[in-house]
């Protein structure tokens, strides 16, 4: 199992630091194979330990003229070679197109990074049946090139992602089977993972990781549900 903490646009520099600390101390007599923090871009640092640190979101360039941006340039600055795209904030909040979204996964497939690739659908789409939903996650892949070797999938339905409701089993294993057999990639869910249903989720055999939001946010509570996870 693998676990992944995205802070979205919270903790600073300084709690960022604290924060990879104390998880390392929580785990260090865990054999907690591999756990991932995307903090924001200011607080971006070399990993430590066990914690490897992905950025949140990077632009397809080394350095230039994009106000507001951050590059290849950035990243390498700490190491990083993990990054998030097509996060379902970015799409809908950034307006960030499938287009957009492709150029940025292109972009950093050749520069070799390891690719958390999102995508979800929102619960207008779900409420159309099965049917509308693949369609809908399929359309997600357009541009993208699912036999890139260092590719994740994060599987996050956009209607369970901060609203403290996860999906049920049963949804997270209707969409990963089949994405597993279609894609066969490394699969995570995404969408209010919580020390409460961690246990059940990690059971799916179709879900090879979590991609953790607000619950990832102290390191001592994510550091429960990563042995919770694992099942230590
Ligand atoms: P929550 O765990 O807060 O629902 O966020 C999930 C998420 O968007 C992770 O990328």
């Known amino acids: 199992m693998k676990f992944y903490a995205n802070f979205k646009m919270n903790h600073t520099r300084d709690s960022t630091s604290k924060y990879i600390e104390l ?4 785990l260090k007599d865990t054999n907690s194979g591999d756990i991932f923090v995307f ?32 590059g290849l340039e950035q990243l390498k600055e700490f190491n990083i070679d993990t990054i998030l795209i097509g996060h379902s904030e970015r799409r809908e909040i950034f307006g960030e197109s499938q287009e957009f979204v492709a150029k940025k996964f292109d972009y950093y497939k050749k520069e070799n990074f390891n690719i958390i690739y999102c995508i979800g659908e929102p619960l207008e789409v ?14 997600q892949f357009e541009g ?6 260092n590719l994740t999938v994060a599987y996050e339905p ?4 901060g609203t403290g409701v996860s999906a049920t089993t049963a949804d997270i294993e209707l969409v990963h089977n089949r994405l597993k057999e279609r ?9 209010s993972v919580k020390i409460d249903t961690i246990e059940d989720i990690a059971k799916i055999d179709s879900v ?4 953790v939001g607000s619950a990832s946010l102290k390191a001592d509570e994510f550091a ?3 042995k919770k996870g694992l099942g230590a």
């Open 39 to 70: 903090p924001p871009a200011t607080a971006l640092q070399k990993g430590e330990d066990k914690v490897v640190i992905g950025a949140q979101n990077g632009y397809f360039g080394k350095n230039g003229a994009f106000t507001g941006e951050i």
């Open 208 to 211: 090879d990781g979590v991609l």
């Open 144 to 149: 993208i090139d699912t036999t890139y070797k």
């Open 183 to 191: 894609f066969n990639v490394e699969l995570l869910y995404g969408g």
């Open 224 to 226: 429960k549900l990563i």
């Open 126 to 139: 779900r409420e159309q049946g099965v049917e509308a939903l693949f369609e809908y996650l399929y359309s």
């Open 158 to 161: 956009i209607w369970a992602i």
């Open 23 to 26: 998880l390392n101390k929580e």
